[in-house]
């Protein structure tokens, strides 16, 4: 129960925790319920991710580049402890056009190409389609600011 109270009010790395406790305790003493701990960890963490990758797009949106990044690798850290791979293209991409926006191409092109192999094992064809055009937009962007510093 305080994991999930934790959880309601915030702290849903302090709520997993307890939950995890608990459901150490609930195998170590052999008790029923450790599936419905399970989906309620789950259920956090994904929560947690939704909330993440939301604050995330609400910043960018907002030009507040450097503010949206870290909740973005949350966000995905977090569908990652849940392997929830269906909203994990999404972040991703906003994490790679994020690291782009801060001239961080190589690390912004890697996620862009990470989201993208995703989306093909996901087999999520509109997906795929907007990313590779977002990858080769910006690779293109990349050659041209190449080839512009070079003349210089």
Known sequence: ML??????QGDYQGGVQDLERAVS???ENQFDGIDELQEIIFAVKNNEAVCLYEQANFAAQQGNIEEAIEPA???YEFQ???????????TLGL?????LAQNK???GLKQ?????DIAQELQAQETIDQLQEMISVFSREIEDQ???????
């Open 73 to 75: 690798r949350k966000a």
């Open 80 to 90: 990652c402890s849940v392997n929830h791979k269906n909203s994990q293209p999404a």
């Open 112 to 116: 862009l190409q990470q989201a993208l």
């Open 146 to 152: 190449d080839i512009g510093g070079e003349q210089l």
């Open 25 to 27: 305790l609930a195998q």
């Open 95 to 99: 994490l790679g056009q994020l690291l």
């Open 3 to 8: 994991g999930q109270i934790k959880a309601h």
């Open 105 to 107: 191409s190589d690390e």
